[in-house]
């Protein structure tokens, strides 16, 4: 169980361009999702907290409007990377809670986006 | 904000050899976990602690986390290949959504 699928698994995109990420928790639901970005070599750094019916909660540094965060349903939520270019390339991956808070995150296997 | 500092940053070792891996925080911790990640692919859950001086095992990797809930260490006794990856230590948020920040993590390499 706690099934966490994520979708694309990679996408290669024009700079310039969006490009849609999916995050579904497959067999429970997720109030909420974390959205996690990661470097080459590096650790996973926190970007924003996605509740469902509300909006995104972001880290400082993380623009907003560059990386859009939809949380529609319970067992969906989705990051969007507008107007895309080459710096916004990297390794997204998202996680979400079963039930209460203590519990552990279960992670998406991860989305690398490249921008050419 | 919170900070946690991992070491070594790398590591190799001869397969059979123990190990530790260590994670300090700059605040006391709410939590922690442990996890282990395959570089380009999700994560895999290995343990959590919250209490002050709780020790977990799982197999061959034992975790314990400190009095002061302020360090953490990750032992794996007897290590085999399959063990190799990252393995990154976070910290729980005591906040509503206890979110979720990760240490600098650890790059494990075990040689047959």
């Known amino acids: 169980g706690a099934v966490v699928s994520q979708h694309p698994s990679w996408v290669i995109c024009k700079s310039g361009t969006s490009v849609k990420i999916e995050c579904r928790s497959l067999?429970?639901?997720?109030?909420?999702m974390f959205w996690y970005r990661q470097f080459p070599k590096q650790s996973l750094m926190l970007m924003a907290t996605s509740n469902e019916g509300s909006k995104a909660t972001y880290e400082q540094g993380v623009e907003k409007d560059k990386f859009l965060i939809n949380h529609a349903s319970l067992t969906l939520s989705t990051l969007t990377v507008t107007s895309a270019h080459p710096e916004d390339s990297s390794f997204y991956i998202c996680s979400a809670r079963v039930g209460r808070a203590g519990s552990p995150l279960h992670f998406g296997n991860g989305t690398r986006l490249t921008v050419t | 904000s919170q900070e946690l500092e991992q070491s070594p940053q790398s590591l190799i070792v001869q397969e059979g050899k123990n190990l530790t891996i260590n994670c300090t925080s700059s605040k006391t911790l709410y939590g922690l976990y442990w996890y282990k990640q395959k570089y380009g692919e999700g994560l895999i859950f290995l343990m959590m602690?919250?209490?002050?001086?709780e020790e977990k095992s799982h197999e061959k990797i034992t975790a314990k986390l400190d009095e002061k809930k302020q360090q953490s260490s990750l032992h794996i006794t007897a290590s085999q290949p399959s063990h190799a990856g990252i393995y990154l230590c976070?910290?729980?948020?005591?906040?509503?959504?206890?979110?979720?920040?990760f240490g600098t993590g650890t790059k494990l390499q075990v040689i047959p």
């Open positions: 067999d429970f639901q997720a109030t909420t």
């Open positions: 976070g910290a729980v948020n005591s906040g509503g959504y206890q979110k979720v920040t």
């Open positions: 602690l919250q209490k002050g001086g």
